[in-house]
């Protein structure tokens, strides 16, 4: 058995859920989304479960179907964190902040104190930002691509170098003598990219793990593999298959090998959506109740995806021998999953239920069905670890705590204990401080 274990962390957003329409389930109090109360009972049920760390992906924006759909996003993700900071001691934080609207002295001086605050339990993952609704609240367009990339290479070594501009040493305090701070140890940076500049120094000190870990995510194109690369400790993929996950965990790794980082400073993430229910039946018809029409809407895009004509007043019915014959995977990376899924002989609204189009890997059923599902990942190394977004956070987070942790934990794959108390130790990523004096330059 192998010694290495793998590493969970929990998406936060909403309040409600990862489902359409997790607000409107019966368990859930619609108010949750102004309710910081919520959030911190689920990251204490994950901090239970030895979760790494709660991930927070943001787009600050009105966008999607918010009339029925909620607002899908987090009121601000540092200040949630820093509430959510002060009622756990062991879970990190992984904030979303934007290399492309936010100057990097906010972002070194946010992240850092949170930091500093979490005693050492923070990260940073950096993103560039393409939405238009995201660039527009900024008063800014969306720049290309290789603009917004340049911006974040320059951006996230401003930061680590702000970060690391009060030494280590730095700080004397000593009442006695007088001398607060050795001023030779706290110098500017004076840094001045293309794009964004700045002078420094940061007036805070090193946390437990000196400085917030960095996260990368998105797709494996090559700006992106470029810039996580040279910075990230974990990488946030978007993986349907194993060979996906094998595929980009490899990318991601041989990047890091290629800007002169060892490869096992870069851990890999894939998704998983779980609905944890005594049977797969019991789950299905979970999901049912929660989704209600919005899966009727799902029928033309699952028709595309597997190249049939699927009558939409025929929901309760299997697809037929023939449309099974006729049918085969899309290109959509998802297609093959349905396909699986339809061949088992469930109903369209079943096929539909089982999250064939959801934007990550959904597991139905009980406990050990997802300890399957990440085990087999795990072991193929389609990834190091997994973030959950559970269907509905007010039950789903115990559920998966309670039920599937032990299974995970009884086969051996999974801690049964926090390694440290800081997000570095807990990743079992390299210490840094400052800017990482093996990665030099920036994208070709
Ligand atoms: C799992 C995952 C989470 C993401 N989270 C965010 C996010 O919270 N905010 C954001 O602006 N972009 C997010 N992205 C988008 C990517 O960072 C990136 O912008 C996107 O893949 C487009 O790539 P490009 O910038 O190279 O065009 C996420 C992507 C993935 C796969």
Sequence with gaps: MTEKKLILGLALHDGSGALNNAWRAPQVNPENYANFEANIRYAQAAER?????????????????????GVRNIIDPMIALTAISQATSRIGFVATGSTSFQEPFNHARQ???????????????????????????????????????????????????????????????????????????????????KYVASRGPLAIPPSEQGQPVIFSSGGPSPHLLALAGRYASGFIGEVWTIEDGRAQRAMVRRAAEEAGRDPDDIKFFAGIMPTVAPSVREGLDRRISILGDTLKAQVPQLANMLGVQIDR???????????????????????????????????????????????????????????DHIQEWFEAEAADGFWLSPDIFEDGVDAFV??????????GIYPSDYIGTTLRENLGVAEQYGLDPRVVGTED
């Excluded at 479960?49 to 759909?69: C, M, N, Q, T």
């Excluded at 030494?167 to 001023?183: F, L, T, V």
């Design 313 to 371: 007043r025929r929901l309760d019915e299997p697809l037929t021998t023939e449309q099974l014959s006729g049918a085969y995977p899309s290109r959509d990376p998802r297609s093959g999953i349905a396909l699986d899924v339809a061949r088992q002989g469930w109903t369209v609204r079943d096929i539909l239920a089982h999250g064939v189009i959801d934007y990550h890997p959904t597991v139905v059923g009980p406990a050990a069905l997802h300890a």
């Design 49 to 69: 479960g030895k979760f790494a760390f709660l991930f927070i992906p943001d787009f600050p924006a009105v966008r999607g179907d918010i009339e029925h759909g």
């Design 111 to 193: 992240f850092k104190a949170l930091d500093v605050l979490s005693h050492g339990r923070a990260g940073w993952n950096a993103v560039t930002t393409s939405d238009p609704a995201v660039a527009a609240n900024y008063g800014k367009p969306v720049a290309e691509r290789s603009e917004r990339y340049q911006r974040a290479h320059e951006s996230i070594q401003i930061v680590q170098a702000l970060w690391g501009s009060w030494q280590k040493e730095a700080w004397i305090k000593n009442q006695a003598s007088g001398q607060y701070i050795d001023s030779s140890k706290l110098q500017p940076v004076n840094l001045q990219g």
């Design 402 to 411: 309670d039920e599937v942790v032990p299974v995970l934990q009884q086969r």
